[in-house]
């Protein structure tokens, strides 16, 4: 169990997360957002819950999907709101957009549209560490959709084979776009796959963060005791359409939840109901969701007034 404090710092974390992507969805119709965007709303308290265990400057890896992992590393909403509205000001100078979001000063080092792909990166950054003799775990996030990638595969069983200090996290909705895990895959399940590899395995409700920061706490504990590979999969509700900021309930490749399913599918709500149990005056909560929210909204009108990059940086910062 988390004291109070740690557990309010966490609800903060959340909220930001969750009133930065209710903002997108209230602005995108706009069309200044000029970036595909995939909202993570119901994924938050993965990457929030493992990054608070992380100690700061962990390298991180992500995919497009990426929205909570980099306000849980940086805190940064105006670089956020910046890069997705193309400014000049965002930390790929308005050429990432969402799906390229990274910040390489605090460890987020890279995220991608490509699905599977920053996981051999993360297993090479985990080698690197390994060369260099630190102890350091490098975290990578990826879909469930990305275990069905060679990429995957090959990384897994490298770290593994080589004993890496690579903590691999799957966020696990059960769908790649419209496509059922069902209808995927040839193995019966992600954890009993990689159960076969020499690495360390937990899994989690991703809905709960007391239980993500919990299995994390547990996994770093075993990876310091006995150096290998950890693997954490953790399931999770998407409340939203695969990109954009729509609810597609009505697209009919599934079911929508209950009300009283939907409430215990979202992490925000979920601590929210543990944090009152606990004591926690409503007014305290009302307090950081309102702090939040003005950071959230200054994040995103000055991104509007921001300038652009002139066209020369069209060929900076290009490698390929
Ligand atoms: C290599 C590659 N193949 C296919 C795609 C098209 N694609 C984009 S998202 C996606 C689904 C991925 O699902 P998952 O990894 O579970 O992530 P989620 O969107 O559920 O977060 C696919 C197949 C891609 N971007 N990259
Ligand atoms: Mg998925």
Redesign the pocket.
Known sequence: MLDKKEALSLYQKLVLVRLAEETIREEYFKDEMKTPV?LGIGAEAISVGVCHCLPSGTKTFG???NHALYLAVTGDTDGFFAELYGRLSGPGKGKAGSMHLCAPEHGLMATS?????TIPLAVGAALANAYRKTSDVVTVF?????VE?GAFWESLNFASLKRLPVLFVC???G???HAHARERRGFRSIPDAVRAFECHLGAGDGSDIVDVVQSTRAMLGQMSQEPKPGFLHFTYF?FLE?VGPREDFDAGYREKPSPQELERLDPVRRLERELLRRGVAPSALETIRAEASAKVRRGAEEAQKAPFAPPAELTTDVWT
């Open positions: 995939h995919t497009y999907r549209a490509v699905v599977g792909t990826f879909g469930d959709g990305a990638e966020e696990d909705n769908l790649a776009i998407r695969h």
